[in-house]
């Protein structure tokens, strides 16, 4: 009998969990489709979710710029003073390598003609 009781004791327990759930539940209303309001919301969280992972795409891009180094800014060529002027075209450049190298490739031939020149002239 004890045991019997203490089963009916359960039950009643179980019982008044579940009415107490019921009554918490909104009524169910035959107008609603359900079925569709539930679909609205999974295709919502799915929109939501792909937001998300393409802000978290946003942020990777930009702590990966942060901690790249950036390339070194060049001048523009108006901002270089340009003091060293070429004797053969009279053009002018910033430094004395970008004149050499301007003369090894625009007068290539008037200067290997006269170191030759000057070659010949100091042969015994």
């Known amino acids: 009998m004890l045991q019997e009781?203490?089963?009916?004791?359960?039950?009643?327990?179980?019982?008044?969990?579940?009415?107490?759930?019921?009554?918490k539940c909104p009524q169910y209303e035959q107008s609603q489709n359900y079925l569709l309001e539930s679909r609205k919301i999974v295709l919502f969280n799915e929109g939501l979710r792909e937001q998300i992972l393409k802000c978290q795409d946003e942020i990777r891009e930009?702590?990966?710029?942060?901690?790249?180094?950036?390339?070194?800014?060049?001048?523009?060529?108006?901002?270089?003073?340009?003091?060293?002027?070429?004797?053969?075209?009279?053009?002018?450049?910033?430094?004395?390598?970008?004149?050499?190298?301007?003369?090894?490739?625009k007068h290539a031939f008037s200067e290997t003609d006269s170191k030759t020149q000057i070659d010949h002239s100091f042969q015994i």
């Open 5 to 23: 009781d203490h089963q009916n004791a359960n039950m009643n327990k179980i019982i008044s969990i579940i009415n107490k759930a019921i009554k």
């Open 62 to 105: 930009l702590q990966k710029e942060m901690t790249q180094p950036s390339k070194k800014l060049r001048r523009k060529a108006n901002e270089i003073s340009k003091k060293y002027r070429c004797s053969n075209c009279e053009k002018k450049y910033g430094s004395e390598a970008s004149l050499n190298l301007h003369c090894k490739i």
